[in-house]
């Protein structure tokens, strides 16, 4: 019961933190996705003409789907690598759990990810003239995204106390990530080469955006194996980085 109030008060300071002496809070976590994809609209669809895929009417769209569930892990990961650094405080001078550091990072993120899903919602059911039955399994695709994310963020965190270019790597890091994941291109650029297509099949990202697009865009159900394989990957990252921090941690008070 402890753990669950120290991990609300992580997060909703967190948050707070993000628009302090803001006139308008936490409504700018609604309007940045809104401009991104304002912009993205008026760049690709009236500008370049960049046609959607089949059953995709809007490339703005396919485009806004596929960077939310990159954005949520990516922000996650990129956030956790310096989250101990900055509540050494807390770490080293009381009896505090390190481990929900990341995890309420997570959640942080999490606040501006449910913003921005319900305004893509919103715009693809207003576009379409429809809302899929299937968005009620979204949060399991966002439970397996949290668990790769915190899973990761615990190995990078934990890394990041001793080595600290821990954070400029995993910049590089995610940067050819995020380009063999099928974002800003469609899956059939990547089976044009073996090697690229063997890249995409063990990239778990890959499945969830899949997921993500096919509950968001085209109101279809989402594959079952994705589900699966992300599910697998999420809980082997969580099992593995839990192990991980659980081995590091007991360093950390002499380097903090």
């Known amino acids: 019961m402890e753990r669950r109030s120290l991990l609300f008060q ?6 707070e933190q993000r628009y302090v002496g803001s006139a ?3 409504i700018w976590g609604l309007i940045q996705p809104l401009v991104l994809l304002l912009s993205w609209t008026l760049v690709f669809g009236f500008f370049l003409k960049q046609k959607p895929p089949p059953g995709v009417k809007s490339y703005a769209l396919f485009l806004f789907a596929g960077m939310l569930p990159w954005m949520l892990f990516s922000e996650t ?4 690598a310096s989250c101990l650094l900055e509540q050494a405080n807390l770490i080293t001078k009381t009896v505090f759990p390190a481990e929900i550091v990341p995890v309420s990072v997570f959640l942080s993120v999490l606040v501006g990810h449910a913003l921005a899903l319900l305004l893509l919602v919103v715009v693809a059911g207003v576009s379409q003239s429809q809302i899929s039955v299937f968005l009620l399994l979204l949060p399991v695709y966002v439970f397996a995204t949290g668990l790769m994310a915190v899973g990761l963020g615990w190995i ?3 890394l990041h106390v001793f080595l600290r270019d821990t954070a400029q790597v995993l910049s590089v890091i995610l940067t050819f990530w995020f380009w063999i994941t099928p974002i800003f291109l469609t899956e059939d650029y990547y089976y044009k080469h073996k090697w690229t297509g063997y890249l995409l099949a063990a990239n778990p990202m890959a499945y969830v955006v899949r997921g ?4 968001l865009i085209t109101s279809a159900p989402p594959r079952a194996e994705d589900l699966g394989v992300a599910l697998a990957f999420g809980a082997a990252a969580f099992v593995a980085g839990g192990l991980f921090f659980r081995h590091m941690k007991r360093g950390f008070a002499d380097v903090l």
């Open 10 to 15: 992580l997060v909703r300071r967190d948050f």
């Open 24 to 26: 308008i809070g936490w």
């Open 77 to 80: 990961l990129q956030r956790s």
């Open 156 to 158: 990078v965190a934990s």
């Open 212 to 215: 993500y697009r096919a509950m």
